[in-house]
């Protein structure tokens, strides 16, 4: 009977302590993260400061961080009123980036963090190749069938996310004297 509670009590202190890792592990929200509106980013991935938590994460999830002198990747999973983000559902995305030389935004699935395949139209836009407005700022519209102007295809994609990399940009070191500006997600609709 002795031996029956120790394995007992080994076994449940296994499953609490994998749980527990598990749930600490999964979530987008390590230590170092920076927030504003539905993005987040991590400043010190792939730094020697990354936290454990973060380092874990990553380990976990196979995703390479871009160093400090490479840029910053800003994910998104849901829109600003909090609502995950969902393929078969119509986005306005809508304002600036930080300031960065180039950036890139693309659709990703939100288990994985992969391109999902596409039929028709991309799944990511850069800086390079986006229309912009006279201020500067710029619409894009993320939405399962073809839209005019920016149009990231969502089209066949479950759960997704946003993924925008930043290179060489001065994001990385957002203080209370820096202005961090990321753009709006506005859900528009489902089919």
Known sequence: MRVLVIILGVAIAFVLGVGSAFLSLRDLTPIDTIESGAWKGWPRAGTADEDPYSRARLARTGELALGPSEGLKLLARSDDSGSDLNGACSYEISGQMPAARLWTIAVETAAGGHLPPAERGGRALGSDEIVRKADGTFTITLAPSPQPGNWLS??????????????????????????????????????
Do not use: H, M, N, W
């Not at 946003?162 to 489902?190: E, H, S």
């Open 154 to 191: 969502s089209e066949g994609a479950g759960q997704i996310r946003l993924a925008a990399r930043l290179y060489d940009t001065t994001a990385r070191t957002v203080t209370a004297l820096t202005q961090f500006t990321v753009p709006a997600i506005t859900a528009k609709g489902c089919r």
